[in-house]
C-alpha cells in the first residue's frame, strides 16, 4: 500500500473518530489509518468525550456522527465547544439536518462518502 509522503505528513495526524456504527467506525478507520492518520475511536458522544477530556492535546479533529445513542452529535458538538472552543470539527451524516449546525463545525461529510471526501476536508482544517 503506497502513501504519498505529502499526504501522510499532512495535518490532521491524530483523529478522534465518533461513530456508533461498528462496521462504518472500522472501515472509516482503514481509510484514516491507510492515509496515514493515527485514529482514536469513540461509539457515542459519553465516550468522546471521556477521550477529548484524557487525550485532547493529541487530538487534531473529530470527526463527529450526528446520529449517536446516548449524547447525539449536536450535544456532543456542544460539550465539545465548551471543553476547546477551536477544536476543527467535521460532522459526518446521512440526513440533511448536518446542515443547521454546519455554521460551527470546519465541513460536512454526508454518509456514505468516500476517502477522497474525507482527506480534501482533512486537509482544509
Do not use: N, W
Not at 472509516?28 to 469513540?42: D, I, N, S
Amino acid at each position: 500500500m503506497h502513501i504519498d509522503p505529502v499526504v501522510s505528513s499532512a495535518r490532521p495526524q491524530c483523529v478522534l473518530l465518533v461513530e456508533d456504527d461498528p462496521m462504518l467506525r472500522r472501515c472509516v478507520t482503514r481509510m484514516l489509518e491507510h492515509l496515514g492518520r493515527r485514529v482514536l475511536c469513540a461509539c457515542d458522544g459519553v465516550e468522546a468525550l471521556e477521550i477529548f477530556r484524557a487525550r485532547s492535546g493529541e487530538i487534531d479533529v473529530v470527526i463527529l456522527d450526528l446520529s449517536m445513542p446516548r449524547i447525539d452529535g449536536p450535544a456532543a458538538l456542544a460539550r465539545l465547544r465548551a471543553l476547546d472552543p477551536r477544536v476543527p470539527v467535521i460532522l459526518s451524516s446521512g440526513y440533511l439536518d448536518a446542515l443547521d449546525i454546519a455554521d460551527d463545525v470546519q465541513g460536512v461529510l454526508p454518509k456514505p462518502y468516500t476517502s477522497k471526501q474525507m482527506l480534501e476536508l482533512l486537509q482544509a482544517v
